[in-house]
């Protein structure tokens, strides 16, 4: 019993060869500064809900990933990010899909969890409220970068809705602008918590996959889906959202821990392998015990994870 962290930085076909060890050092030092400010939380007591949201929101603001600052955009070269939030104890959850102005949406889908009498509001309605209870928004330019552009024109080159779509990043890329020759490696951040008191807490954003129609929802927004928390566990999902709606993956860990006893990782390896197909799939999740699992399908996935008993582990690649 302890509390246990663990985030992820999104799943796909994410490969050594495919990404200079400069880039590879950018992220993995990313992945360790949002566990190092969530490990610090969690230690100063904070509840698993806060650190749920802090994590996710300082993934939000990194380029290296696909949420907030770096999200990848629309066929027609918008912003359409997405964001869940969901309290173990309670089952109280927030969502928000459509969005293309407001700064964080983990912190506006936990302001619709903690504010309004709904779970899940979506474009014009989730950015009026945005405005309505002062949430930071930008203008819609601040997301439409020249290496979001890039990344928009190779897949609709390649003709690919993508997650999975890999170019080989230049080795003098500059970190900031890796996106720019091509680089898809970039993913979906999600965080899972368990603090202290046993109490359990998940959170995922995401801007979706590059390419995709206006309009398009995925897996994170989806409670039961890319993101799920109760009395036994917590998971954040990330990877294609077609096939984790299909699978309602992060419930049905929770499922078969509540209905069939299974353990935390038992209950995590059975989905990723069994109900979801090769190479779409990734999660994080905590128990209320303090366990901690990282299970995917795809051949990589950017993971990070620490325990109160001084376990901890980053990586990127299957091992
Ligand atoms: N699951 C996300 C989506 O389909 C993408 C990702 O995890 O990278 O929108």
């Not at 027609?76 to 964080?104: F, H, Q, R």
């Not at 390649?158 to 990043?169: E, G, H, L, R, S």
């Not at 409670?223 to 993956?249: D, H, L, M, Q």
């Not at 069939?260 to 392998?273: H, Q, R, T, W």
Request: hydrophobic content about 40%.
């Amino acid at each position: 019993m302890g509390w246990a962290i663990a985030l992820h930085g999104g799943a796909g076909d994410i490969s050594p060869s495919l990404m200079p060890p400069h880039i590879l050092e950018a992220r993995e030092e990313c992945l360790r500064k949002c566990l190092h400010i969530g490990v610090s939380a969690l230690k100063a007591k904070a509840t698993a809900l806060d650190v749920v949201e802090l994590v996710v929101r300082e993934m939000e603001n990194h380029p290296l990933f696909n949420a907030g600052k770096g999200s990848v955009l629309t066929t027609d070269g918008t912003v359409e990010m997405e964001a869940s939030i969901m309290d173990g104890n309670t089952k109280n959850c927030g969502a928000v899909s459509g969005l293309s102005t407001v700064a964080s949406a983990i912190s506006l889908a936990r302001h619709v969890m903690e504010k309004t009498p709904h779970i899940y509001l979506a474009f014009d309605g989730a950015e009026a409220f945005a405005r309505e209870q002062g949430i930071e928004t930008v203008d819609a330019s601040y997301f439409v970068t020249p290496e979001n552009i890039e990344r928009l024109r190779k897949a609709k080159e390649a003709k690919k809705v993508q997650i999975d779509y890999n170019t080989p990043i230049h080795k003098n890329t500059p970190v900031e602008t890796a996106a720019s020759n091509g680089d898809s490696q970039l993913g979906t951040v999600g965080c899972v918590a368990v603090d202290c008191h046993g109490n359990l807490a998940a959170g995922t954003s995401t801007g979706g996959l590059v390419n995709k129609m206006v309009g398009r929802i995925g897996d994170t927004p989806v409670i039961g889906a890319g993101n799920y928390a109760n009395s036994y566990c917590a998971v954040s999902a990330t990877g294609k959202g077609e096939s984790i709606i299909r699978a309602t993956v992060a419930r049905d860990v929770a499922a078969l821990m509540e209905y069939k006893g299974l353990s935390l990782k038992d209950a995590a390896d059975y989905v990723i392998e069994k109900c979801v197909p090769k190479g779409d799939a990734g999660l994080v999740a905590v128990s209320a015990t303090g366990e901690v699992t990282m299970s995917f399908n795809t051949s990589g996935m950017f993971r990070a994870c620490a325990t109160e008993d001084g376990y901890s582990e980053i990586g990127m690649f299957a091992s």
